[in-house]
């Protein structure tokens, strides 16, 4: 039987050359900032049956829990720097930490992010990681600068996390049901999001963006927090926004649904002055993360839609709510 | 109902002067760290039915969420800076938020600890803080810094919070169920620890220490991971450790037992060159923490027991293991 030290000993204490002076097996990890930046922070909680379903691959797991925090501080502009893991386990089994730990590593350490201390217990399997991430002063992408005349901007493609929870549950809302290959390409943007780092960090370093947040609840919901904490509004080009290959196929009220309002995406959205342009095109090639251009910040608040044609448009969307 | 962001706005999000740029309602928080200072960071989870009982009190749950954690940067010698926090709730219940929050924010104000940012969500009830404190480079007390011929020491009184669990089960360890005022006296430790952080503080800052840990699976297991990165043993007399008021009136093998191998106690363990008595005596007053000596390092690995008379004691103990 494996004890808690042990666990941590053998699945997650590894000696890694970074900024942390003391890692795991203290009281606390002691991390020494880089002069003159400012330390980004995020926490996120994931819970077995709410976040993932209950038997999830491990592996797959380990590398989600770690992106959706990485693409709080892509969204930032933040450099990640380290993390810790708080680790809720109905049991210790050695294959589940095994994959887990694996798929957790691989992510960090292609983005240099190193694992700095954590906790360990027994309980409902639940995840909770704290990344840490630097950005100079003033560089930061907050949610409240939004300017009227911004260009809405969203990286990579939206809607197919959102459409694999359709294929696995076979929603009524599918005109038929995915096929398997269609099912497991929608399904690795649920189960392995890519965080858009280096995205986040050329916009933040160069000032090409004003605002962003990272697409988590679906981007109604998220670009409305932006539009909220900016004191604006927008319109958006509801036949602009890039669906993922898989939606790409679905009948077009499905597709608008998913990726107005679909969730579970972790992509950027970001406003931008129109003079960026350019400059944002020039970045998303150098860190190979496209980018589509989907509308443009109002004074006037409140979310607007037109389609291709500048047609207005009424969409009825909600994002997702954890207590509704 | 109250929704997710309701529920952080009303209960958690507070304008609070402190060292953070940016709090809670982006992506990330945005901390600037003082300069020439490292960053001490632990992250403890707490599952009920685990680490709580099911129905536990919400306001001293906040106290002890925020407390455990508290108690990590004080066993590092750190100064609190500011906290994550991420929950998972059955339910968005108004009465239990109010009172989580209300213990969480006395003690957090108490110690000038500023919450940052975290998450929240549906799901068993489990609570996640990472907290953030400053120490200055070469000061955090760690715990493979103790050296042959150094006092052991701790802080306040031990076993009170681990009779109290015995308490609550009606062990049969106990010679006579305890009374109301007792199991309330010693329920109090465990439901609500006083986290040692000005102790902690002045014996780093004025290098009164070597090693310290904070004593929550029980002063052997804790002081254990002392010797274990230190390379040495250690020498206690059983019946020097300070045991809790309510313990202390308890048969001389279960007060034995408790203060050496309870839990729960959030009680600092630290040791120190026989030079420093005078000066930790001084901070002791100076910051209304007793803090007793209980026996000393060796170089010999293991850990040995004395009675009062220094005559050897075999004691079989053991601490608390999530996974065993």
Redesign the interface.
Known sequence: ?????D?IKHYFDRPVPGRA??GI?????????A?G?????????L?E???FFAGEEAQRLGHKSLAVNLS??A??G?RPVAF?????LP??DRAWLEGFSRGLFALADAHGCEL?????????L?I?I?V??E?A?GR?L???AAVAGDDVWVSGTLGDARLALAGYRQEPALAAPLNAADLAAAGSRMHTPTPRVALGVLLAERGLAHA???ISDGLVGDLG?ILA?SGVGATLDADALPAGPVLAAQPLALRRAFTAAGGDDYEICFTAPAASRAAIAAAATECSTPVTRIGRIDGAPGLRWTDAAGAPLALELASF????
């Open positions: 039987m494996l004890s808690e030290f666990l002076t003391l097996g203290d009281d606390c990890a002691l991390l020494t900032p002069p930046m400012q330390t980004a922070i995020s926490s996120d909680m819970v049956g709410r976040h709080d501080l969204a930032m933040a810790t893991l708080a680790l809720a049991a210790a700095i201390g954590g906790d360990t217990t027994k309980g409902p639940t909770c704290t840490f991430g950005v002063p930061a907050r949610r409240s962003a947040i990272d927090h904490r709510d954890h207590f509704k």
